[in-house]
């Protein structure tokens, strides 16, 4: 039997409610511009220009003296007699030796932001001898590579100091998991860089975001869903910007379904509550029910939209139609203390991401409705709320756009509507990271940028070659100290940049017979041929073939090459010969993955000094942001403007 409804409170109750609601009302407001207004919260402390110039000169001093390994290439580890060249010591006590003291013993122990200990860079001298270049200490070496990576060069500053100066007393948003959309390695770079640029948006009072480098909108999608900032995703391929429009199609039909999920676990939820307490008063129901929508309406300066779809499907909607009963918005509401709403995890996942546009923002017009009943109100304000939320359903806060960045493009003829914005790239490759860098610097628009940087190989370096363009822009060097000096790496040392030292430590082997096949193939090439540099590439061809026969063979294919004059016994008699030596190309390999962070470091270095010779830049810094195993490239160059947050 239905337990009998209260009565509802008197008029004069009601009226007196509203009354407290109304003189609430302009002290929300009031706060709220007062949040607006407040006075910027300081950054963390900075690297000093002096600071970090002083550690990309110690970086020079070393790198330098092992560029003979760093620009060696393993193809030519046998044409070239690389070992014998360039090392002094046994292969089995290098690798004794980067185990027991170098990197590869404890490479994840030092601290992100720490300074290292004070070191004499004369110490490092005797690593390599002058006269022959070869390495013949190698213990030494393991701690000079050690010493001059980022984490003890101590030019960091760590990601919890960053999102707390940045942050303030402001929570972060829950809300959708991106592993529910991508893979573990994305979803982790995804969610940590999305944290960090909504921080870096906010602190600057900013809503429009420019991904360079899109490619298919991970990082996009996650940043207008997640966090309603609106995105441009810039990528210079089409299939890249296609891709981008149709995952994000696909992605819309899972995040209704993700939602519907939230909607019949709150029902469920809602039913169990309702079986062990009695009905709520139906007055007391609507009061607080239009509490709800005058909370909801505080979040109209909010002008942005999460994704399409969203609204529409979420169980917030549902509360909202017409035809609920009043058993279901009680058991929406009981649950509440001191008339504030707490809902599932779910259901406040749903309207952390909830458009502000789906909230009506009532005018005076609105409220003018004195011959209405409480019922009739309420209503009305549920059937306009519905109403803006299928109406924000239809806009779309992520634009794929197919473009083609350099540093002299001018982002108004991409971007029609822009506005004061920040720029990121997650992976950005070879030169548009630097480019990204000079177009934060030059466009005053741009307030903000946070950069990861990738595939360092395909870097344009302005002295590897004599030729000298001086109308072109360079992705290296950046800084005014090393283009005095004239520094260069050279194509093979930035290809060993892109080697992963943390993944090497933990187990994940190089592929050291793959590598021993072409090694050996090269001396076939070169003998047999003649041939000593071609234009064809060899490929992933070692995981297609079943033995070093078929390797060979399918090798030759690919180059061009006719293989039916080489039969089977002379390539096995080739690898017959060098099979022996395989110790030495691992020793040698395992050299060059000790080396990369600290080629890294001068490439990284080199950005951030750009940086920091720039006038218009308040804060700028480097930043590890994920782990190392997972995304190997994990450092951000990360800058704010003197106006950005003013």
């Given amino acids: 039997m239905r337990a009998r409804r209260a009565a509802p409170p008197p008029l004069r109750s009601r009226r007196r409610a509203q009354r407290r609601r109304q003189r609430a009302a302009p002290r929300r407001r009031r706060a709220a511009r007062g949040a607006m207004s407040r006075p910027p919260r300081a ?6 220009p002096a600071a970090a110039a002083r550690a990309l000169r110690r970086a020079v001093r070393f790198v330098g003296r092992a560029l003979p390994l760093c620009r060696a290439h393993t193809v030519e580890f046998f044409t070239r007699g690389l070992w014998e060249r360039l090392v002094a010591a046994r292969p089995d006590a290098v690798l004794e030796a980067l185990r027991a003291a170098g990197p590869l013993a404890r490479p994840l122990a030092a601290g992100s932001g720490g300074a290292a200990a004070p070191c004499d860079d004369d110490i490092f001298s005797s690593v ?141 939820q809602t039913l169990e509550k309702a079986n062990d307490r009695p009905v709520e008063s139906e007055m007391k129901c609507k009061t607080i029910s239009e509490e709800l929508l005058n909370n909801a309406n505080s979040l109209q300066n909010q ?93 779309n806060l992520y634009f794929p756009l197919t473009s083609c960045i350099t540093a002299e493009t ?55 070659n004599q030729e000298e363009c001086h109308d072109q822009v360079w992705g290296f060097p950046m800084c005014q100290y090393l283009k005095d000096k004239g520094w260069c790496c050279g194509r093979n040392a930035r290809m060993s940049a892109c080697l992963a030292l943390e993944r090497v430590a933990v ?60 039969p ?24 060059k993955v000790v080396l990369a962070p600290c080629i890294e470091v001068l490439i990284l270095l080199d950005r951030l000094c750009y940086l920091k010779e720039q006038e218009n830049i308040a804060w700028s810094g480097l930043v590890k942001l994920f782990d190392p195993v997972k995304s190997p490239r994990c450092y951000a160059v990360i800058a704010l403007k003197n106006q950005s947050c003013s």
């Fill in 128 to 268: 390599f001898c002058e006269n022959s270049e070869k390495l013949i200490n190698v213990h030494l070496f393991a701690l000079a590579a050690k010493y001059h990576s980022l984490s003890s060069l101590g030019v960091c500053t760590p990601l919890e100091d960053v999102l707390e100066a940045l942050k303030g007393n402001s929570e972060g948003a829950t809300g959708i998991k991106p592993d529910e959309f991508m893979n573990s390695k994305k979803s982790h770079e995804v969610q940590v860089m999305s944290e960090l640029v909504d921080s870096i948006a906010n602190y600057c009072g900013i809503k429009q975001v420019i991904d360079i480098g899109s490619g298919k909108g991970y990082l996009s999608s996650f940043l207008s869903m997640q966090y309603n900032l609106k995105v441009y995703g810039i990528d210079s391929s089409s299939s890249n910007t296609n891709g981008a429009h149709e995952r994000n199609r696909k992605l819309k039909k899972h995040w209704r379904a993700y939602q519907s999920r939230g909607r019949e676990s709150l029902k469920s």
């Fill in 43 to 48: 950054l963390p402390p900075q690297l000093p």
């Fill in 568 to 591: 089977d016994s002379c390539i096995m008699d080739y690898y017959e010969k060098y099979k022996h030596r395989m110790n030495e190309l691992e020793a040698f390999n395992m050299l």
């Fill in 507 to 566: 187990g994940q082997m190089l592929p050291t017979e793959s590598l021993f096949y072409r090694a050996v193939l090269q001396v076939i090439i070169e003998e047999i041929y003649g041939v000593t540099k071609s234009d064809q590439h060899v490929g992933k061809t070692f995981s297609k073939s079943s033995s070093f026969v078929d390797y060979v063979r399918r090798s030759l294919k690919k180059l061009e090459l006719d293989d039916s004059k080489l």
């Fill in 410 to 464: 001018e982002l108004n003829d991409v971007i029609t509507d822009l506005e004061d914005c920040m720029m990121v790239g997650l992976h950005t490759c070879g030169d548009l990271a630097a480019n990204t860098l000079r177009i934060f610097t030059a466009k005053p628009e741009i307030k903000a940028v946070c950069s990861v940087g990738c595939c360092y190989h395909l870097l344009s370096e302005q002295f590897e």
């Fill in 303 to 395: 002008d942005q939209v999460i994704i399409q779809d969203l609204v529409p499907s979420c169980g917030f909607t549902e509360m909202a139609t017409p035809a609920t009963n009043t058993e279901t918005e009680a058991d929406l509401v009981t649950g509440t203390q001191s008339h504030e709403t707490k809902l599932s995890e779910e259901v406040l996942a749903i309207l952390n991401v909830l458009s502000a546009d789906a909230v009506e923002a009532f005018s005076s017009s609105h409220n003018n409705c004195g011959e209405l009943s409480e019922e009739e109100k309420v209503q009305r304000k549920m059937t306009s709320l519905k109403t803006k939320a299928r109406k924000s359903s239809e806009s």
